[in-house]
């Protein structure tokens, strides 16, 4: 017998993978709209009930650098240890190094991995 999968299943295979890495993971689209966040991440921005921000569609307050990391991203550039600002729930800002990346196969969905990194000044 043949299994046959189609592009959902191997989204939800994708996404269920995402929640589980131990990297701070969101998965967002062109507008900054959030699709998706793991578990390190929304702890470290301080979502404290997923589902209701999510749903919410709300909108991740980042860095003006967003749409030029977008423009990036989609004329084939690699983000990769980039400096990134985050502002958290609680209107704190965090600091990290963000990889950034085309999610699976779509054009305006995309996923953005982190660290939280400590800036001198």
């Not at 592009?7 to 269920?16: I, K, R, V, W, Y």
């Not at 709209?33 to 470290?44: G, H, M, R, V, W």
């Not at 958290?88 to 779509?106: A, G, H, P, Q, R």
Request: with cysteine; glycine share 0%; aromatic share 12%.
């Amino acid at each position: 017998m043949c299994n046959y999968f189609t592009f959902l299943d191997e989204l939800q295979t994708t996404l269920s993978i995402f929640k589980s890495l131990p990297v701070c993971c969101i998965v967002l689209n062109e507008n900054a709209e959030l699709i998706d966040i793991n578990k390190p991440a929304s702890d470290l921005l301080k979502i404290k009930d997923i589902e209701c921000y999510t749903r919410k569609e709300r909108k991740l307050e980042m860095s003006n650098l967003f749409s030029s990391i977008i423009q990036d991203i989609l004329a084939g550039k690699t983000i990769c240890n980039e400096k990134f600002e985050f502002r958290c729930v609680d209107n704190s800002l965090i600091y990290v190094n963000l990889n950034v990346s085309l999610f699976c196969e779509f054009k305006d969905v995309f996923i953005f991995q982190f660290t939280q990194i400590t800036l001198i000044v």
